[in-house]
């Protein structure tokens, strides 16, 4: 099963991701994440990619590439895992379906308006550890400013401050919203409305993807 979110910045794919992973055990694959991880790390894609992603644009696909290809090849992703921000361009997607996918493909397209996306991502704290979410209103640490999984001090990303986020939301409605017509026409997009409460957003998903896996079960005791 190959899962991918789609959405714009703060429309809650990270926390679908996280709940997929808790629900059904498909490991979270989030591009944004191995891109922080490398920048931290200051390796050479690390440091290529840190000045595209202060900026709010995307950074260049043989990166991205790399470091997905890379991820996707561990064990944990060989029955199936989840997309968290990627692909983000139609030519990531073309690269995606060359790779070949672990079963059938499910895509969600969490839509939030963008009013509400500047609300979250400014409220936004993260773990710089283990990328752990939080919210300063409606989710916040058990302790002020320290992430209740590691202890780790949260932080405000760079790049949920305004200016920045104005930047990846143009980005987003230029080079991924194209995304959703190719799946939709492919047949694999749900789309989710994103403005619902955490719990009630998976329920939903969890609805699709039961659905999904019963009709792939009955086809496979018929066949
Ligand atoms: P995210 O954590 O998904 O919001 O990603 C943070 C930043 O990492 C984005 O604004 C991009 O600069 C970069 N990024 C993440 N995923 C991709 C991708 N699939 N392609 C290009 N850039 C990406």
Same mark, same amino acid.
């Given at each position: 099963?190959?899962?991918?979110?789609?959405?714009?910045?703060?429309?809650?794919?990270?926390?679908?991701?996280?709940?997929?992973?808790s629900a059904y055990g498909f490991p979270k694959i989030s591009t944004?994440?191995?891109?922080?991880?490398?920048?931290?790390?200051?390796?050479?894609?690390?440091?290529?990619?840190?000045?595209?992603?202060?900026?709010?644009?995307?950074?260049?696909?043989?990166?991205?590439?790399?470091?997905?290809?890379?991820?996707?090849?561990?064990?944990?992703?060989?029955?199936?895992?989840?997309?968290? #921000?990627?692909?983000?361009?139609?030519?990531? !997607? &073309?690269?995606?379906?060359? %790779?070949? /996918?672990?079963?059938? @493909?499910?895509?969600?397209?969490?839509?939030?308006?963008?009013?509400?996306?500047?609300?979250?991502?400014?409220?936004?704290?993260?773990?710089?550890?283990?990328?752990?979410?939080?919210?300063?209103?409606?989710?916040?640490?058990?302790?002020?400013?320290?992430?209740?999984?590691?202890?780790?001090?949260?932080?405000?990303?760079?790049?949920?401050?305004?200016?920045?986020?104005?930047e990846r939301l143009k980005t987003h409605r230029e080079k991924t919203?194209?995304?959703?017509?190719?799946?939709?026409?492919?047949?694999?997009?749900?789309?989710?409305?994103? #403005?619902?409460?955490?719990?009630?957003?998976? !329920? &939903?998903?969890?609805?699709? %993807?039961? /659905?999904?896996?019963? @009709?792939?079960?009955?086809?496979?005791?018929?066949?």
């Open positions: 099963m190959r899962i991918i979110l789609l959405g714009a910045p703060g429309s809650g794919k990270g926390t679908v991701a996280e709940d997929l992973r944004g994440d191995l891109l922080r991880a490398a920048v931290r790390e200051r390796t050479p894609l690390g440091l290529k990619a840190e000045a595209q992603m202060g900026k709010g644009g995307l950074v260049d696909d043989a990166t991205v590439l790399a470091l997905l290809g890379e991820r996707l090849a561990r064990e944990d992703c060989r029955d199936g895992y989840t997309l968290d #921000g990627f692909p983000r361009n139609i030519a990531q !997607a &073309e690269s995606l379906e060359a %790779l070949g /996918a672990p079963g059938p @493909e499910v895509v969600f397209d969490l839509q939030v308006g963008e009013d509400v996306i500047l609300r979250r991502l400014t409220n936004r704290r993260t773990c710089p550890s283990c990328e752990a979410i939080y919210h300063v209103i409606n989710k916040p640490p058990k302790k002020d400013d320290v992430c209740d999984v590691c202890g780790t001090a949260l932080v405000q990303r760079a790049d949920d401050r305004p200016e920045v986020i104005a919203e194209p995304l959703i017509a190719r799946y939709a026409a492919k047949g694999t997009l749900h789309r989710i409305d994103g #403005g619902l409460t955490p719990a009630a957003i998976f !329920a &939903e998903v969890k609805k699709i %993807l039961d /659905a999904v896996m019963g @009709e792939i079960g009955s086809s496979r005791g018929r066949g």
